[in-house]
């Protein structure tokens, strides 16, 4: 299967991968051998003795060990030991996930995507790029003499980018199932994204972190501030239904927290 990477956990992928492989490999070296054909004579007086035969011809390469080699690997090794693993292909969610242990690893397509708000609100997000591109805006607008009363000023600007950057929003993916209550969703890591939007159907592989039980409720705008919590408070946050304008902001259980290892199509 030729995979399109949304988002790659590639030091959680090899760091599985060698656990398994009893060490990491830097390259991959794959020999061949195909057969050539040789033909010779000998004049010896008017006569000539003439012969064919083959020879056998080894040829070596070495390939490079790439993010995509490693995690084909994984799949590979889950698939053919999945119950030695904990690897639960789920195909069936409201059968499968209630069950499911902390630390198993989970492989399942369902819709994906990241919070409206969270699209809005996290460091590197295009809507701090567009916020940014005002400023140009402005600047040649001015220069032309042309009306900028419609255009956030500078001051406006550096407000808009600290007060997010203050917020300090981690990414966050929410997995839907169709016909099903449960839900997955874990925390992203910016520097695995390998697209501009995470949106629409899409396999995901994950370990996981926590179970969120019925009537639950877990954030979904995290930050170092919440997370530094403590378990009384964070059990209490879960179980307060939110309001309707923050209802987008929460995952309602039932529902699985993962460790997100891959998104790929």
Known sequence: MLRDYLYLDT?????????????????????TARQRGVSGGINVGPAEARGEGTNSVDETESLADTDDARFSRLLRLAHADP???????????????????????????????????????TPG?????????????????????????????????????????????????????????????????????????????????????????PNAFAPLLVSPATSGLGRKQRRKMERQRPTEKDQDNFVEGPAIEIKVIAIYR
């Open 11 to 31: 030091e959680a992928v090899a760091g599985y991968l060698s656990a398994l492989e009893d060490g990491s490999r830097t390259a991959v070296e794959r020999r």
């Open 125 to 213: 997000s295009s809507f701090l790029q567009t916020v940014e591109d005002f400023r140009g805006v402005a600047s040649l607008a001015g220069a032309f003499g042309a009306d900028t009363s419609e255009i956030p000023s500078a001051d406006q600007i550096d407000s808009v980018q600290s007060m997010v950057g203050a917020m300090k929003l981690v990414p966050m993916i929410v997995g839907e199932f169709d016909e099903a209550e449960y839900k997955l969703f874990g925390q992203l890591d910016p520097v695995n994204i390998k697209v501009d939007d995470i949106d629409g159907p899409a396999n995901i592989v994950g370990k996981v972190k926590r179970r969120v039980g």
């Open 83 to 121: 119950e030695g693993l904990a690897w639960e292909h789920v195909l069936q969610p409201d059968s499968v996930l209630p069950e499911i242990g902390v630390g198993a690893m989970i492989e399942a397509e369902c819709d994906v995507y990241i919070p409206d708000m969270l699209k809005v609100a």
